[in-house]
């Protein structure tokens, strides 16, 4: 069965880094888009960042352009949030999500997330 | 970036029908997409491209579009449908992807 197992979130300083991974299983990974997703708790979705199935396109949400990138390792089915100069406001929850692209624009399977604290 | 408003709450008792509408200029030319959220749990898709409807979704749950504004519907609703229901979209050029401000919806 399709799994997405994020890890990687924790407690961070403001301007700090931290690397989110998403593990997948369970589909052809390669041949999918895979998306991260934040959700401040008891607020709505965010979307952050998309990226091909080969890796060669990225696409990011406003709030992170040039702080966050996306990144994949298909041998290892696995993707990558890495998130720069963190902020109060980046606080949240982070859940990794896969794409069709032949299909549509919309996402059929999520990961149980990844927490991500913002604080000093 | 573009919006893609819903109403807040929706409130609707047992057997009933629940109606969420979802108001974005993009979705004259994208599909809508729509994922139900329980405390807790990672969101999950009920509706695709409008009214496409996943393998493992009840039939109760059903979707139309209209202009400007898409509607997800919930036929006979029973107690294990309170959550939150987002709708999603992409911009036209494929490059952004937004989701609805999401609607509670309780089960009186």
């Known amino acids: 069965q399709v799994q997405l197992v994020e890890s990687g979130g924790g407690v961070v300083q403001p301007g700090r880094s931290l690397r989110l991974s998403c593990a997948a299983s369970?589909?052809?990974?390669?041949?999918?888009?895979m998306h991260w997703v934040r959700q401040v708790p008891g607020k709505g979705l965010d979307w952050v960042a998309v990226i091909w199935s080969d890796g060669t396109t990225q696409y990011y949400g406003e709030s992170v352009k040039g702080r966050f990138t996306i990144s994949r390792d298909n041998s290892e089915n696995t993707v990558f949030l890495q998130m720069e100069s963190l902020r109060a406001e980046d606080t949240a929850l982070y859940f990794c999500a896969r794409e069709d692209l032949s299909l549509g624009e919309f996402l059929d399977y999520w990961g149980q997330g990844t927490l991500v604290s913002v604080s000093s | 970036s573009y919006e893609l408003t819903q109403p807040p709450s929706v409130s609707v008792s047992p057997g009933q029908t629940a109606t969420i509408t979802c108001s974005g200029d993009?979705?004259?030319?994208?599909?809508a997409h729509w994922y139900q959220q329980k405390p807790g749990q990672a969101p999950v898709l009920v509706i695709y491209k409008d009214n496409e409807r996943p393998s493992g979704i009840p039939e109760r749950f059903s979707g139309s579009s209209s202009g400007t504004t898409v509607t997800l519907t919930i036929s006979g609703v029973q107690a294990e449908d309170e959550a939150d229901y987002y709708c999603q979209s992409s911009d036209t050029s494929f490059t952004s992807y937004v989701f609805g401000t999401g609607t509670q919806v309780t089960v009186l």
């Open positions: 993009a979705l004259a030319k994208q599909y």
């Open positions: 369970g589909f052809n990974f390669k041949t999918y888009a």
